[in-house]
C-alpha cells in the first residue's frame, strides 16, 4: 500500500529478458534498509525487490504488467517514479495506492495555468464511471486531484493541475502530449463501482 507522494525518482539502468523482464533501477534510496521482497511501487507498478546492492535494486516485471502498464517505463534510460510501502504509523500525505494499475492514458494537452501545469489525459472509457471532479486519481504513481472530467460517446479526458514542487520531485518535468501514463483509480470508487455492478445483475 501506497500515498502517490514519490520519495525519489530511479532509472531503469538495464533490463534482462528472461520468462519475465528484469530491471535494475538506479536510487537514491538506501538499499542497506530494504529486504529482499519488499515492495516499491515504480511509477504506479507495484514490484517485488529481488536483488539489491549499493544505489540500486532489481525488480521482475511480468507479461502481465509489461501489457497493462505504459510500455516505454521497461526500457533502459527512463525515469521512474519510486515510492516505498507505507509503514504504519507514517504519513498519509497523498490517498491510499495499490500500486495495481487500471489502465494507461495519453496526455493530449499541457498548458500553463499561473505557476502550474494543467495537464489534459484520455484515458480507455471502461474508466470513466470511476473518475470525478475533485476525486483522487494516481498517475504514473503521483497521487492527484481530478480538476475536471469531460465524456463523449468517442472519448474520455480529465484535467490535473502539476504543481512546481511536484513537476520537480517526479519524473513530470518536460510532460508533453504524447506521453503515456498509468492510471489507478481511486480504490473507494473501484469497490463502489463492484458494489453497483452486482446490485444491478441481481
Not at 24 to 52: E, F, M, P, Q
Not at 83 to 88: D, I, Q, S, Y
Not at 138 to 163: H, M, Q, W
Not at 170 to 194: C, H, K
Request: aromatic share 4%.
Amino acid at each position: 500500500m501506497f500515498t502517490g507522494i514519490i520519495t525519489d525518482v530511479g532509472k531503469v539502468e538495464s533490463i534482462e529478458r528472461r520468462g519475465d523482464l528484469r530491471a535494475r533501477v538506479a536510487t537514491a534510496y538506501d538499499t542497506a534498509a530494504i529486504d529482499l521482497g519488499a515492495s516499491i511501487a515504480c511509477s504506479g507498478v507495484c514490484l517485488t525487490v529481488v536483488g539489491k546492492g549499493a544505489g540500486w535494486f532489481e525488480v521482475d516485471i511480468s507479461g502481465e504488467t509489461v501489457a497493462k502498464s505504459a510500455s516505454s517505463l521497461w526500457e533502459p534510460g527512463a525515469a521512474l517514479n519510486l515510492e516505498r510501502a507505507l509503514k504504519v504509523g507514517d504519513e498519509l500525505g497523498g490517498h491510499i495506492v495499490t500500486g495495481h494499475v487500471d489502465g494507461v492514458g495519453k496526455v493530449v494537452a499541457v498548458a500553463p495555468e499561473g505557476d502550474s501545469l494543467r495537464i489534459t489525459i484520455e484515458g480507455p472509457k471502461a474508466l470513466a464511471a470511476y473518475v470525478a471532479p475533485k476525486g483522487s486519481i494516481a498517475l504514473d504513481g503521483v497521487s492527484l486531484t481530478v480538476n475536471d472530467v469531460e465524456d463523449d460517446d468517442k472519448a474520455f479526458r480529465f484535467g490535473v493541475n502539476i504543481i512546481p514542487h511536484t513537476a520537480a520531485m517526479t519524473s513530470f518535468q518536460g510532460i508533453a502530449p504524447g506521453r503515456i501514463l498509468n492510471i489507478e483509480i481511486d480504490v473507494l470508487a473501484r469497490y463502489l463501482g463492484r458494489m453497483e455492478q452486482l446490485r444491478h445483475d441481481r
